[in-house]
């Protein structure tokens, strides 16, 4: 029991320095209304294990607290990411994971963005959105091809093992 417990917390600690370091790399592309946050993609591991979502928030929340639209991107980003994971750590198939992060984070950031640098309000939440959605595509198809290999299944201590799930 201790043993899983230090695997779920040192798992989770991994994904959020993961999440952090890739944000930060690469924060060119990772703020504003042009975005393309790749560490996003760290999003389609909590369908396999809910328990990650704490890892990719947490993620998302240091990394935001670098980000030039301080302290409303680490709020309204974070809670944006949070509610994605939450939803996609309870659906029944993988390209949820597409869905859900595109529609929430293209209108919470989208509107965030209009609010705090007056940019147009519908350019910019469909801006947000193309960029969660290209972004997440490539993940959607990385994590189809991973999520039939029992290897990492059984690596990442997988909650869904079904291979129809993962359509």
Request: glycine fraction near 8%; include cysteine.
């Amino acid at each position: 029991m201790k043993k899983k417990l230090v695997r779920k917390i040192t798992d989770n600690a991994l994904i959020a320095a993961i999440y952090y370091v890739v944000t930060i790399l690469l924060a060119g592309v990772a703020f504003y209304d042009v975005q393309f946050r790749i560490a996003e993609i760290l999003l389609f591991l909590v369908f396999f294990r809910k328990d990650f979502i704490i890892g990719v928030t947490i993620g998302c929340l240091l990394a935001n607290l670098h980000s030039p639209l301080l302290p409303w991107d680490p709020i309204f980003g974070t809670l944006a990411t949070l509610v994605s994971g939450l939803l996609i750590a309870y659906s029944k198939r993988l390209y949820f994971g597409i869905i859900y992060p595109t529609i929430i984070n293209g209108v919470v950031i989208g509107i965030m963005l209009h609010v705090i640098l007056s940019l147009p309000l519908l350019a910019t939440i469909g801006l947000v959105a193309l960029g969660e959605f290209v972004v997440l595509l490539f993940g959607h198809a990385v994590f189809s091809i991973l999520g039939k290999q029992a290897s990492f299944l059984n690596l990442l201590m997988a909650d869904h093992r079904n291979e129809n799930h993962n359509e």
